[in-house]
């Protein structure tokens, strides 16, 4: 099983950008833990982080016959990324929306996801454990779904 992970705009700064919302922890790490997990589910991770919506669009479209699933945190895309909207509604397998904070407790312009309506299910507002949680759901989904 193929797993997508997409990190959008600015992740890449995970660890120093305001860590009193995203804590420490490097994208680096992040991915790391996440490998580390989908060895432990037996599911292989293709993982991309851009500041391009474009190529986050991209990569959807050029796993789109290899995929089985996606997590996607959409960053600064969450409340206008339209084209990735429309990408992940036209995937044939589940997607689930992550975020590290809880979006909804935030600033009022951030708590509405336009990314919310074209995905399965959002988890959110656990830190690292947001991706993890995300990883184990979205792997079970595939598997009932297969069986």
Do not use: C
């Amino acid at each position: 099983m193929k797993i997508l992970v997409l990190h959008g705009p600015n992740l890449n700064l995970f660890g120093r950008r305001e860590p009193h919302i995203y804590g420490t922890t490097t994208l680096a790490q992040i991915n790391e833990r996440l490998n580390a997990l989908g060895g432990e589910l037996q599911v292989e991770l293709a993982v991309l982080q851009s500041n391009h919506e474009g190529v986050l669009i991209d990569f959807l479209h050029d796993n789109i016959d290899a995929a089985q699933g996606a997590l996607v945190n959409p960053a600064g895309l969450t409340q206008h990324g339209v084209p990735l909207h429309d990408a992940i509604k036209a995937m044939p397998f589940p997607t689930l929306e992550v975020h590290m904070s809880n979006i909804a407790a935030r600033e009022a312009w951030r708590t509405h996801s336009i990314i919310s309506p074209a995905v399965r299910g959002t988890v959110q507002g656990l830190g690292v454990q947001s991706y993890l949680t995300a990883l184990r759901g979205l792997v079970a989904l595939v598997r009932e779904s297969a069986s």
